[in-house]
């Protein structure tokens, strides 16, 4: 089959793990094809607010093909009619990290031009970007009385600027999200329970950010848009809830991966789905045929192979020999 061939309106490209560089190389090519196809957009898994000023956060993927994309779209912009927009729809946190939302709301309040002391209210930043404020309910300020009023001062902010039409308003909107979901993260990072049930739950709260972003770009975004993430994000987590909210208009591409000097990752073995994959295609392929086969157990935790359970949730499968 053809990229082409999809009529998704949000369209979803995933990939197996973020440490083999073919697969942003790819998307790079498939989103070039796309852009002739009615695809106006491309969002990558980044920092939401990163992505206004064109920079990646996490630290993962391939950078040089990142930046290579990012080039491509302004030499596409110069003579297009319709320009190309790229967006992150990722939280600003890391695995066992996440910043204070101090920066991002004064953004807001300084837009705005409004008299309130943020930075009175958050304190130090380290206390809440530091690992054990997410990894110890005691150590995190999520529930303090600071972050319940910086809470309601947020959701004000963003009271306001929904009010607002210009484009300054809509960048000024992403910052005071991204307060208000560090608030809502730090909040769950206070709540007690055992490190697998808190884990668990931070994952659940990312996963909703992620959907929110998606959906939102969505519906503000002319055109189509072509998503690009990890798997786990993009067949489950934060794709199921927007697959639930778009049905057919959301489509999922699982990433496949056969073998990888970069992960030293050797070949898959035959009644895997992957080395079923592996048998028929050369240098890499898009198919609707969905495999069937066990899952594999040579890779690290690197690499995530395919699952029944993503299968079940894939449209169709991207496998890079």
């Given at each position: 089959?053809?990229?082409?061939?999809?009529?998704?309106?949000?369209?979803?490209?995933?990939?197996?793990?973020h440490?083999?560089?073919?697969?942003?190389?790819?998307?790079?090519?498939?989103?070039?094809?796309?852009?002739?196809?009615?695809?106006?957009?491309?969002?990558?898994?980044?920092?939401?607010v990163?992505?206004?000023?064109?920079?990646?956060?996490?630290?993962f993927?391939?950078?040089?093909?990142?930046?290579q994309?990012?080039?491509?779209?302004r030499?596409?912009?110069?003579?297009?009619?319709e320009?190309?927009?790229?967006?992150?729809?990722?939280?600003?946190?890391?695995?066992?990290?996440?910043?204070?939302?101090?920066?991002?709301?004064e953004?807001v309040?300084?837009?705005?031009?409004?008299?309130?002391?943020?930075?009175?209210?958050?304190g130090?930043?380290?206390?809440?970007?530091?690992?054990?404020?997410?990894?110890?309910?005691a150590?995190?300020?999520?529930?303090?009385?600071?972050?319940?009023?910086?809470?309601?001062?947020?959701d004000?902010?963003?009271?306001?600027l929904?009010?607002?039409v210009?484009?300054?308003?809509?960048?000024a909107?992403?910052h005071?999200?991204?307060?208000?979901?560090?608030?809502?993260y730090?909040?769950?990072?206070?709540?007690?329970?055992?490190?697998?049930?808190?884990?668990?739950?931070?994952?659940?709260?990312?996963?909703?950010?992620?959907?929110?972003?998606l959906?939102?770009?969505?519906a503000?975004q002319?055109g189509?848009?072509?998503?690009?993430?990890?798997?786990?994000?993009?067949?489950?987590?934060?794709?199921?809830i927007?697959?639930?909210?778009l049905?057919?208009?959301?489509?999922f591409?699982?990433?496949?991966?056969?073998?990888s000097?970069?992960?030293?990752?050797?070949?898959?073995?035959?009644?895997?789905?992957?080395?079923?994959?592996?048998?028929?295609?050369?240098?890499?392929?898009?198919?609707a045929?969905?495999?069937?086969?066990?899952?594999?157990e040579?890779?690290?935790?690197?690499?995530a192979?395919?699952?029944?359970?993503?299968l079940?949730?894939a449209?169709?499968?991207?496998?890079?020999?």
């Open positions: 089959m053809d990229i082409t061939d999809f009529t998704a309106e949000l369209l979803a490209f995933g990939e197996p793990t440490f083999e560089p073919a697969f942003a190389r790819i998307r790079n090519d498939l989103f070039a094809r796309l852009a002739s196809h009615g695809f106006r957009a491309i969002a990558l898994e980044t920092d939401r990163a992505a206004l000023d064109g920079e990646f956060s996490h630290g993927g391939d950078l040089a093909a990142n930046r994309l990012l080039a491509w779209i030499e596409y912009n110069e003579t297009a009619d320009p190309l927009t790229f967006h992150g729809f990722d939280a600003p946190t890391e695995m066992f990290s996440a910043p204070s939302p101090r920066t991002y709301l953004h309040r300084d837009y705005l031009g409004l008299d309130v002391d943020i930075a009175a209210l958050t130090d930043d380290e206390r809440w970007s530091r690992s054990e404020a997410i990894l110890d309910p150590e995190s300020p999520g529930a303090s009385p600071e972050a319940h009023e910086l809470r309601v001062i947020a004000d902010l963003l009271l306001t929904d009010a607002r210009e484009l300054a308003a809509h960048v909107r992403i005071a999200i991204a307060g208000l979901d560090l608030l809502r730090h909040a769950a990072s206070a709540r007690p329970g055992d490190r697998d049930t808190r884990i668990a739950r931070l994952a659940g709260v990312r996963a909703v950010i992620m959907a929110r972003n959906l939102d770009i969505h503000s002319p189509r848009t072509l998503v690009f993430a990890h798997n786990a994000h993009l067949g489950s987590g934060a794709g199921a927007v697959a639930s909210r049905g057919d208009r959301y489509a591409i699982a990433g496949s991966l056969g073998h000097e970069a992960l030293g990752l050797g070949e898959p073995a035959a009644d895997t789905c992957e080395g079923r994959l592996q048998r028929d295609t050369d240098g890499w392929r898009l198919t045929e969905i495999p069937a086969g066990h899952t594999r040579d890779a690290d935790y690197r690499y192979p395919l699952t029944r359970e993503l079940d949730s449209d169709a499968v991207l496998h890079i020999a």
